[in-house]
């Protein structure tokens, strides 16, 4: 299918380093989506670390899973943590701000200050609710694209992502193949499966049989589905660890009591670190955008648009890639990321593919692990010294 012309504008002054902003494009830039419907205005908000350097040739997006947003490297207004990607980006770190600009922005759809169901609707003067028009991973891309083309800059460096940031990184691939010198997706894969679909759906309902949900409008009447999100948390949160993570983390033991209560307190430390995530979630996250965002991975499906053959989203590209999976993810597993890197094969582009031993799921790629930095840091140093990047 082919992909709708990039808007381009007049580059916004760089940003100054480690800073974050937001632009806004009024009812004449419109972003047309796949559904068929526009959504004007539009604002899109990000981060950015590092530098741009003159030729504007060092830039690199991330781009963020379900749960994540632009602060990548920042510590979080809401929550006060460390940026959900601290270990890999900075000074020094894999993706070394010392030598590349960094951008992440909030999702369309998102709820951090990118436009989402959460935003005010400039029909209405009220929040859009379940009025803000469906997504696709392919709309966000093209929102991405209108902020890079925005900073003025013609081609990344580099786009990587996990997880649903994979999807992204796979999408910006097939959609803008002269704008992404290099693309590192990380355990993912190049559409929902079956059984993800099935978790999503589980998660939507938990949030839809909230009473305090009222049919997504529950912002006019400042009350949140709580309840529901949070259990939608706790059941997502379960495919992003191994069985093996769970058994070494907590197995069966008992939270602060020497014997089960015989009832349905948390007696399981298991059951106490559940509920933790699902409470914290709440905190950060809106549900109408839960909703949302796992709808756009569910009709991620790449070889859709090219007749069912995923080599052919690829096909005589010069991007050159590199596919990383984690052998006990179970919700994007290596099989899933080696169909991509088969595809690529196929289209005859540049790609490695790298396995990394890891008992920690597919939480696996937010975490400490040296095997996947050295990955990233290789590659991305590689590919700027092929572009004169020092």
Known sequence: MPEAQPVFLRPLKAPAENTGSTVAFGTDQPLVLDSGKCLAPLTIAY????????????????CHALSGD?????????????G???????????????????????VIGGCMGTTGPASVDPKTGQTYGLG????????????????????????LLAVTGGSMGGMQTLQWAASYPERVYSAMPIATAARHSAQNIAFNEVGRQAIMADPSWRGGDYARSAVHPSKGLAVARMAAH??????????????????????????????FQIESYLRHQGMTFVD????NSYLYITRAMDYFDLAADYGGVLAEA?????????????????LFPTVENKRVAHALNAAGANVSFVEIESDRGHDAFLLDEPQ?????????????AVKGIG
């Not at 601290?86 to 993706?95: Q, R």
């Not at 690829?314 to 179970?330: A, N, P, Q, Y």
Request: charged residues 20%; positive net charge; aromatic residues 14%.
């Open 47 to 62: 981060m950015t670390y590092g530098q741009l350097n003159a030729a504007r040739s060092n830039a690199v997006l991330v």
């Open 70 to 82: 632009q602060f990548v490297a920042s510590r979080h207004p809401l929550t006060g943590k460390a």
């Open 84 to 106: 959900w990607w601290d270990y890999a980006v900075g000074p020094g770190k894999a993706i070394d701000t010392n030598r590349f600009f960094v951008i992440c922005t909030n």
């Open 132 to 155: 803000f028009p469906l997504v696709t991973i392919r709309d966000m891309v093209r929102a991405q694209a209108m902020l890079i083309d925005a900073l003025g800059i013609d081609q």
């Open 238 to 267: 379960i495919t992003y660890l191994s069985e093996a993570a769970l058994q070494r983390k907590f197995g069966r033991q008992l939270t602060d009591r020497n014997a089960l209560s015989f009832g349905f307190d948390a007696d």
């Open 284 to 287: 950060r996250f809106d549900a």
């Open 314 to 330: 690829f096909r005589g590209t010069k991007t050159r890639f590199c596919i990383v999976s984690f052998t006990s993810d179970w």
């Open 372 to 384: 996947l930095f050295d990955t990233m840091s290789g590659f991305l140093g590689a590919a700027a």
